[in-house]
């Protein structure tokens, strides 16, 4: 249990059940047409991941992902009415209303987005962390890849020159094993994806169980801390999504087999055992916890509901041309 107090500890499970609870929603409310998109990509089964790194940070650190991004602003610290309004369009959304799903971004809590193009992201990551050193703010900038966006140019523009400037950046791999359908010893030559920090210089904190948020959030804690100081460092988690790339997208390969040996590792489970350990009469602050997300989750649909959209104003403000 490293160094956390109990509360901490309560708190990771928390963001947890919390992010958990709105994508179960988050797929309903799509189904229902009340979300739209050609896409909803769920985190669900990736939460240790999230969760567990994202405690390893400042308030002033920074996060930036690609297009899984919702449970990753609940856990930046996000309004969790603004993120759902924002998921139906809605005018009080985090994003106005013109991000969606895809596209949240929140920066009065440094949460940089939600981007689409693959690996597209990570020059802005680096960026980020340009800006960081330049100003000598000592802010962090964590950043989340997916597997699929280890072979493209970004990843080996933005890793090389992170190396190169010694940015304060954290390199975090989520590794859910596929890339949409594509399994990752297909697309990829060293499919142990952390061995990359060593082709360019960046310190490599290896492989980490991301079905367990404890185990994430130490070594993140050290990789924090060495980036802050030092310059970039490289993490690959080995996580698992329980839904296809999109929710409309079939699962690709029957993998009910594989599936099955990630859910048995929940990372909500696996939370749930530790803080068990650690107390056995937790269960019913468990209980109450999960109860409360799920008000929360209802709270923040009634919020997007009775939100207005956005007006004509609205659509043709923030565009350059
Ligand atoms: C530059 C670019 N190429 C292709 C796509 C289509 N595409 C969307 S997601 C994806 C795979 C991403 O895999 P991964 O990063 O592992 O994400 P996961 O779905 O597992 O979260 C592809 C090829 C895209 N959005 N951008
Ligand atoms: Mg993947």
Request: charged content about 25%; some cysteine.
């Amino acid at each position: 249990m490293a160094d956390l107090t109990k509360e901490q500890l309560l708190e990771m499970y928390r963001q947890m059940v919390l992010i958990r609870r709105f994508e179960e929603r988050c797929e309903e409310l799509y189904a229902q047409r009340k979300i739209g998109g050609v896409y909803l990509h769920l985190y669900n089964g990736q939460e240790g991941t999230g969760v567990g790194s994202m405690f390893a940070l400042k308030p002033s650190d920074h996060v930036i992902t690609a297009y899984r991004d919702h449970g990753i602003g609940i856990a930046k610290g996000a309004d969790v009415n603004r993120l759902m309004a924002e998921m139906f369009g809605k005018r009080t959304g985090v994003s106005g209303g013109k991000g969606g799903s895809m596209h949240l971004a929140d920066r009065s809590v440094n949460f940089w987005g939600g981007y689409a193009i693959v690996g597209g992201h990570l020059p802005l990551a680096a960026g980020i962390a340009l800006k960081s050193k330049y100003n000598d703010d000592k802010e962090v900038v964590l950043s989340f890849i997916g597997d699929g966006a280890t072979n493209n140019g970004y990843f080996h523009e933005s890793l090389n020159l992170s190396a190169v400037w010694d940015l304060p950046v954290v390199w975090l791999i989520e590794n859910n094993l596929y890339g949409m359908g594509t399994p990752v010893e297909v697309s990829t030559g060293q499919p142990e994806l952390h061995k990359r920090a060593i082709a360019y210089g960046i310190k490599d904190f290896g492989r980490v169980d991301g079905m367990d948020p404890l185990a994430v959030y130490a070594v993140a804690k050290e990789a924090v801390a060495y980036a802050r100081e030092h310059g970039p460092a490289l993490i690959e988690s080995i996580t698992y999504r329980y839904k296809g790339h999109g929710v409309s997208d079939r699962l690709y390969q029957r993998r009910e087999q594989e599936m099955a040996l990630y859910k048995a590792r929940d990372p909500l489970t696996v939370m749930e055992d530790h803080l068990k350990q650690l107390d056995p009469g937790v269960e019913s602050a468990l209980a109450a916890i999960d109860a409360a997300a799920r008000e929360t989750v209802e709270a923040a649909i009634r919020y997007a509901e009775e939100s207005p959209d956005p007006t004509y104003d609205d659509l043709i403000n923030h565009i350059y041309a």
